[in-house]
């Protein structure tokens, strides 16, 4: 045993050594504190610095949980503006002792309720028109508007900013008046608080209640019976009207009064509620799964802004949530499908039904008006938010889509089980005393530079051709066929394509039985991940396994006459250009250019003989695998997923010997 003494130092020692431990872990967490905050806080600056285009406008994004949250602090009203706050549409930073706090609120309506609380209701706006917009004169004897507003659970900042920024921006000689409809809001600053509140406001503002919760059409159908304007405008309750946002809209509507007006878009940060200008050149349509999407504008559109870059053009789909239309042609076109729940699709609905039965969609360049945009929603959906949507969009597909409605149900299995359950035949009804165009109408006609399967094109798989498979014995004597036709070697590249994706359509059910039996497995292309703000899956092309039912969209690619090889989502595939340094590039996958110049590099041909994807324009170039592929069809076989990381394709020289450049066109059914 030590001594007492020795023992006692012994013990102060270990007491002082833990004390400069626990000193030294508060500095370092204190300063790891410091540089989070001075991190996140130059993060949302240069956020801020970027100018974005939203995602999605009208489509479910995820639904987030509120944890760790009071019922007091989620029914609290803490508005409270700070001078200088986000004015000019500016960036708000939250000083670091309050990025906690600030973390929690965000969970309630999932954007910075603290910035949104400290910027005045009425704050200043920058005007993004272009010279040409405010130079504009109108008709001052424009239609009066009723302003329908639906909001549910909506932060009192963000919904009063909305109502505020019509009153200050709006002539009230076109302001009817301003229905706000409570779609069954539970927090408490939106009962007596607000009816005591909308009743001081200088314009005519009617509160209306649902009473319970209905969802966004049964709400709006309730603004537009109570309303008494000539024309409905509908907002969301999280928007900023800009300066001289509201003429162009009704003076649109007074021209024709069957033309569906919505402005520019513009972009409210959820995370610094800076206020940002969107591009004008875009145009609202959707995808395969039928989730609106925004692209850019078709070219006869382009060429028309070339002439007045004031005129409104035209759109396939509009976003939905903002738009003015004459009140007498919304009831004689429809109105709305009142049977849709909750939320999601409703745009789809009517921008089918107004472009197919005589109406026009349009985008006003000279109206901007601000959108908060969420990465995830905060509001619940009674009953599920999978069936709910996809019972919309069953009224969607059902009523407007034809046969394309097969392409949507082959895809979508879990609305493919509810289809049968839900009654459309009031719906149905209508389109037929509309006398409606057909969905095939809308297509060719109202969004031509569409991606979607056609009876003109191939619809299916690529896949690298396995030469031990037994589907790849029955598929090139099957294709041989139409190369050993007397007509078939005489014919141009663009003559050969055409007869190609003919003969492979007429040989569609002998080619799916192919599919459908085969005895290895096979490596499919595959569209890439999305990456940009857009949702378009760009970047190299993938290849994957291919799956054993064939029902797989990431794998399903469209072969088309103008030779563009494309997928969902509008993207084709590209050759980039070989170069002394990189002589053997990865090909592809890039926005698809509708207007396709003779050397552009999305136009392919495939040589039926040889089996080759070649460049159109420069037939010494085709699309070869990465030798690594060699491993799956080989002897020692190894599964595709193991070496996904490996698989490219290239575009390198031609070599009819070469194996990794053989590839087989195998359609699917698609209606």
Known sequence: MFPRRYRRKTFYLILLLMSIFV??????????LAYKILEYNRSI???????KIPQVVGHYVGQGKISAVSDEVINANNYNPIPGWGEMGKPVVIPGKDLFKMQQLFQINRFNLMASDGIALNRTLPDFRGVA??????????????????????????LMRTVWSVINRTPKRYLEEILLIDDGSDRNYLKEELDTYVASLPAKVRLLRMGERKGLVPARLLGAQKSNGEVLLFLDAHCECSEGWIEPLLSRVKENRRKVVSPVIDIISDDNFSYVKSAEFHWGAFNWQLH???????????????????????????????????????????????????????NLEMSFRVWQCGGELEISPCSHVGHL???????TFPGGVNDILDRNLIRVASVWMDEWAEFFYKFNKNAAKLRDDVDIDERVTLRRELRCHTFEWYLQNIWPEHFFPMRDRFFGRIQVAD????????????????????????????????????????????LTEILEHGDRPALCFQKPKARNELKQPLGELMLGKCSVAHDKLPEMFIFTPQSQILTDEGICLEAPLPTKDLPDPKARMTPCITKIPENNRQKWFYNIETLQI?????????????????????HNYVEPDDIADQLYVYLRTCDTTNALQKFVFLPVPWM
């Not at 060429?303 to 409104?312: C, G, I, Q």
């Not at 053009?313 to 109105?335: C, H, M, N, W």
């Not at 969420?374 to 509001?379: A, D, F, H, M």
Request: glycine share 4%.
């Open 23 to 32: 000193l030294f872990f508060i500095i370092y967490s204190s300063r790891s």
């Open 45 to 51: 600056r240069n956020k801020s610095k970027k100018s």
């Open 133 to 158: 917009c405010k130079e504009k004169k109108y008709d001052e004897n424009l239609p009066k508007a009723s302003i329908i507003i639906v909001f549910y659970n909506e932060a009192w900042s963000t």
């Open 292 to 346: 609106f999407r925004w692209y850019t504008i078709g070219d006869k559109e382009i060429e028309k802004r070339k002439l007045d870059h004031t005129v409104p053009f035209k759109t396939p789909v509009f976003a939905g949530g903002l738009f003015a239309i004459d009140r007498q042609y919304f009831y004689e076109i429809g109105s709305y499908d009142a049977e849709m729940s909750i939320w999601g699709g409703d």
């Open 373 to 379: 945009f969420r990465k995830s929603s905060p509001y």
């Open 467 to 510: 030469r031990k498979s037994s589907q790849f014995a029955k598929y090139q004597h099957l294709i041989l066929k139409l190369a050993n036709k007397m007509y078939y070697s005489s014919m141009s590249s663009q003559g050969k394509t055409d007869s190609f994706i003919s003969y492979l359509n007429k040989n569609q059910p002998e």
């Open 614 to 634: 070649r460049h159109f324009t420069n037939d010494n170039y085709c699309l070869e695998v990465s030798s690594e592929a060699q491993q799956i069809f080989g």
